[in-house]
C-alpha cells in the first residue's frame, strides 16, 4: 500500500469513527429516557403487579372451583374458566415483563 492510499484511509477511518461517536452522542438521551421507564415499568411490574395477578389468579383458581356446579348447570363454565382462571393466569404468567 502506497504512502497517499494509507493517509487516505486512515482519514476515512477517523471520520467515521467521528460520525459515529457524534450519532451515538446524539442518539443517548432519548435512549437513556426510553431504559429508564422501561425499568421503572419492570419494576413496578415485578414488585406490584404480578404479586397482585399471582393473588388474582389463586382466588379466581378458589371462586371457579366453588362455583363449578352452579357454572355447569347455567352452561357458563367455559366463560368463567376464562374469567377467574385463565384471563389472570395469562396476565401474571405469560404476559411480557414491563407490558400491561
Not at 467521528?18 to 450519532?23: K, N, R
Not at 421503572?40 to 378458589?62: C, E, F, H, K, Y
Not at 356446579?69 to 357458563?76: D, E, R, W
Amino acid at each position: 500500500m502506497s504512502s497517499s492510499t494509507h493517509r487516505r484511509f486512515r482519514s476515512q477511518r477517523r471520520r467515521a469513527l467521528l460520525l459515529a461517536l457524534v450519532l451515538a452522542l446524539l442518539a443517548s438521551p432519548a435512549q437513556a429516557e426510553n431504559v429508564a421507564a422501561d425499568v421503572a415499568l419492570s419494576t413496578v411490574d415485578v414488585l406490584v403487579l404480578r404479586p397482585i395477578g399471582l393473588g388474582a389468579t389463586v382466588a379466581g383458581a378458589l371462586f371457579y372451583t366453588v362455583m363449578l356446579p352452579v357454572s355447569l348447570l347455567a352452561g357458563s363454565e367455559p366463560q368463567a374458566r376464562e374469567v377467574w382462571v385463565l384471563q389472570p393466569y395469562a396476565d401474571t404468567f405469560q404476559r411480557s415483563l414491563g407490558e400491561w
